[in-house]
T-cell receptor
């Protein structure tokens, strides 16, 4: 079983739609959680951290459920520019060693 | 100028050849990492270094070696390349949990 699992997609949605991605992780001792974004043929970049209380950044909302070992990312009012692969990332311990999921691909259509 | 640079950006090499991928950063971070990315598998950690004198194996270090020549430079070597080392290779740096990635090196071993 992979340490961090994601539905690879692709998710094909129209502009303006709301879309949600989920991610599960296997290490219950994991400390920190993130979503990274990766555009085609580019490097990953941090999109947002995920806090236990949930957090929002504009159109993006991230949630963490430690009991179910589950992380989510919600994108409202999708834009064409949101088309990318979204990587769920977990830090298993106090150091900053990251474990990446395989990514979920989003394609927003006009 | 980019904070994290990688050279070469693309390379095609033959089985059995030695190849070195280079990474430089201007962010002043102590921590540096090498990852490889394969379709559907996400990023997997090859080696990491928390200091100039510190080298640590990651998840998939077999067939690779690294050198941390200075705080700003971290090189990855394939001593005898094989076709299943064909992948996209990323270097990253960090000072906290956020990692900053270079643009990647696309390596093909024929």
């Amino acid at each position: 079983r992979k340490e961090v699992e994601q539905d690879p997609g692709p998710f094909n949605v129209p502009e303006g739609a709301t879309v949600a991605f989920n991610c599960t992780y296997s290490n219950s001792a994991s400390q920190s959680f993130f979503w990274y974004r990766q555009d085609c043929r580019k490097e990953p970049k941090l999109l947002m951290s995920v806090y236990s209380s949930g957090n929002e950044d504009g159109r993006f909302t991230a949630q963490l459920n430690r009991a179910s070992q589950y992380i989510s990312l919600l994108i409202r009012d999708s834009k064409l520019s949101d088309s990318a692969t979204y990587l769920c990332v977990v830090a298993p311990n106090a150091g900053n060693m990251l474990t990446f999921g395989g990514g979920t691909r989003l394609m927003v259509k006009p | 100028d980019a904070d994290v640079t990688q050279t070469p950006r693309n390379r095609i090499t033959k089985t059995g050849k030695r190849i070195m991928l280079e990474c430089s950063q201007t962010k002043g971070h102590d921590r540096m990492y090498w990852y490889r990315q394969d379709p559907g598998l996400g990023l997997r950690l090859i080696y990491y270094s928390f200091d100039v004198k510190d080298i640590n194996k990651g998840e998939i270090s077999d067939g690779y070696s690294v050198s941390r020549q200075a705080q700003a430079k971290f090189s990855l070597s394939l001593e005898s390349a094989i076709p299943n080392q064909t992948a996209l290779y990323f270097c990253a740096t960090s000072d906290t949990y956020e990692q900053y990635f270079g643009p990647g090196t696309r390596l093909t071993v024929t």
